[in-house]
């Protein structure tokens, strides 16, 4: 199973940018679709980007397209979350998950790192 850990966050002002990343381990990086998550204090854990196991493919939840840009390198095992033009409301916790050849029910969960955008 793969272990994922991300890094990145921080506090930024309203408007600025971050880019949050998440490392794999193991060889076979490029068999997992990845996925980031985010939680608000008091709210459930709601999808934000996935991309396809190549990267040519990318999805996002309609709050964040045009904002946020995910991205991978299979040659270093990570995955990226470009995120600009940030909003007080982008303030979470954000998680990065492995789907292994796409299967959700076999995800893996990295331990998040948090995003704080003042205003």
């Known amino acids: 199973q793969v272990q994922v850990v991300e890094s990145g966050g921080g506090l930024v002002q309203a408007g600025g940018s971050l880019r949050l990343s998440c490392a794999a381990s193991g060889r076979t990086f490029s068999s997992y679709s990845m996925v980031w998550f985010r939680q608000a204090p008091g709210k459930e854990r709601d999808f934000v980007a996935a991309i396809s196991r190549s990267g040519s493919n990318t999805y996002y939840d309609e709050s964040v397209k045009g904002r946020f840009t995910i991205s991978r390198d299979n040659a270093k095992n990570t995955v990226y979350l470009q995120m600009n033009s940030l909003k007080t409301e982008d303030t979470a916790v954000y998680y990065c998950?492995?789907?292994?050849?796409?299967?959700?029910?076999?995800?893996?969960w990295g331990q998040g790192t948090q995003v704080t955008v003042a205003s």
């Open positions: 998950a492995a789907d292994p050849e796409d299967d959700s029910n076999r995800r893996s």
